[in-house]
């Protein structure tokens, strides 16, 4: 089972600020990776996938980046709806796996 | 626009089955361009991945939970189903149902809210 690693575990930024996400697969994944955000109470949402697609309706603010075991997820100027939790997920090897989130919070 | 709504008992006795169903609306489950699958999400392990259907009836679950996983379609009535037997207080989680599409399968577009699933005697 592939085992995925963000970091860092937090984020703490203002709005308007850029963030930069990691996250690390413990073997090559190739670029089969997603970026999901979730806020209190409410299911993830997709943003990215295959490390570079955003997926329908995402803003060009968000961006994926990173093949192999190596991916980020860059925000280029945190709007306040963005302060929410951010999961990876791999779909190369059996069973797909998620990581365990980095929360980006308000300064 | 698509929905997905859960709805099932929200607390398990130990030992007993987990039942949960799954209601699309504004989309066919029988579409042939979709999977729908179930993932349940706890503090102690995070999100999990838990099993997929294709609208044709064929399965594919986590090897961690599969001897004890069992989902299934109903395409009369447009929805999906989840049972997971044996529970324990492990079971103890929100679970969301899915969709994913053929083409980019296991990458998750739509869920429904969720709903807490205790298990607790």
């Known amino acids: 089972e592939i085992v995925l690693t963000q970091s860092p575990a937090t984020l703490s930024l203002s709005p308007g600020e850029r963030a930069t996400l990691s996250c690390r697969a413990s073997q090559s994944i190739s670029s089969y990776l997603a970026w999901y955000q979730q806020k209190p109470g409410q299911a993830p949402r997709l943003l990215i996938y295959?490390?570079?697609n955003r997926a329908t309706g995402i803003p060009a603010r968000f961006s994926g980046s990173g093949s192999g075991t190596d991916f980020t997820l860059t925000i280029s100027s945190l709007e306040p709806e963005d302060f929410a939790v951010y999961y990876c997920q791999q779909r190369s090897n059996w069973p797909p796996t998620f990581g365990p989130g980095t929360k980006v919070d308000i300064k | 626009q698509l929905q997905l709504q859960e709805s099932g008992p929200g607390l398990v006795k130990p030992s007993e089955t987990l039942s949960l169903t799954c209601t699309v609306s504004g989309g066919s489950i029988s579409s042939s361009s979709y999977y729908w699958g179930w993932i349940r999400q706890s503090p102690g392990k995070g999100l999990e991945w838990i099993g997929t259907?294709?609208?044709?009836?064929?399965?594919y679950y986590n090897p961690s939970l599969k001897s004890r996983v069992t989902v299934s379609v109903d395409t009369s009535k447009n929805q999906f189903s989840l049972k997971l037997s044996s529970v324990t207080a492990a079971d103890t989680a929100v679970y969301y149902c899915a969709r994913t599409t053929v083409v980019t399968r296991y990458y998750f577009d739509y869920w429904g809210q969720g709903t807490l699933v205790s298990v607790s005697s």
């Open positions: 259907i294709y609208s044709s009836g064929s399965t």
């Open positions: 295959d490390a570079s």
